[in-house]
């Protein structure tokens, strides 16, 4: 089986405070990437989609290095509201296998 | 705009009942998935349906069984629960199997 590995943390950071995740594969061929965000007994939610040219939303910078096959995931300026799991998912290659997802990186953002 | 909406939110059972859980997308989606998750853990497949008309076995399928019954809906049957089913248990729809997922809200099931 194809694995899709997180640093679980918790991470505990300061509001405002930069904070980076990376994320690691196993299946070279894979092609798609996203990064989701999941809050304490709720639904996961997509937070972004990574391109291979990277991506950017506000504060959130998404990255992927195919050589090293990781994905990393950048939040600057924390605020309280981004304390939640984030989690890294990975295609399996084929446009039909479904998604793999990462267990999460715990982030706790602190007053 | 609805999404995917799972039916019921919460349910307790006994142990060797059996209950079927719903799940209904309205984005014109070709895949769906279900997917249980227990405290403190990751997102486990139970089963998906890449297209309508077919389903396959995920991670984690021992003890359930599901249904494709049209393009919209999938559900996922338990035919005697136990209590090492009780968990969350999440159904996700998709364009197809390499774009990414949206998740109903979830259905919280405890077995005694």
């Known amino acids: 089986r194809k694995e899709v590995e997180q640093d679980p943390g918790p991470f505990n950071v300061p509001e405002g405070a930069t904070v980076a995740f990376n994320c690691t594969y196993s299946?070279?061929?894979?092609?798609?990437f996203f990064w989701y965000r999941q809050d304490c007994r709720k639904e996961p939610k997509l937070l972004m989609s990574?391109?291979?040219s990277g991506n950017e939303d506000g504060r959130f910078t998404a990255q992927l290095n195919r050589a090293s096959q990781y994905i990393s995931l950048l939040i600057r300026d924390s605020k309280l509201s981004d304390s939640a799991t984030y989690l890294c998912?990975?295609?399996?290659?084929?446009?039909?296998?479904?998604?793999?997802f990462g267990k999460g990186t715990r982030l706790s953002v602190i007053a | 705009n609805a999404g995917v909406t799972q039916t019921p939110k919460f349910q307790v059972l006994k142990t060797g009942q059996s209950m079927t859980l719903q799940c209904a997308q309205d984005?014109?989606?070709?895949?769906m998935y279900w997917y249980r998750q227990d405290p403190g853990m990751g997102l486990r497949l139970i089963y998906y349906?890449?297209?309508?008309?077919?389903?396959d076995k995920g991670e984690v399928p021992n003890g359930y069984n599901v249904s494709r019954l049209n393009k919209r809906e999938f559900s996922l049957r338990l035919e005697s629960a136990a209590p090492s089913q009780t968990s969350v248990y999440f159904c996700?729809?998709?364009?197809?199997?390499?774009?990414?997922?949206?998740f109903g809200d979830g259905t919280r099931l405890s077995i005694l």
């Open positions: 998912v990975v295609n399996e290659g084929s446009g039909n296998t479904p998604l793999v």
């Open positions: 984005m014109n989606h070709n895949s």
């Open positions: 349906s890449a297209s309508e008309g077919t389903t």
């Open positions: 996700a729809s998709s364009v197809r199997g390499d774009q990414p997922q949206h």
């Open positions: 299946n070279s061929a894979s092609q798609s």
């Open positions: 990574v391109y291979s």
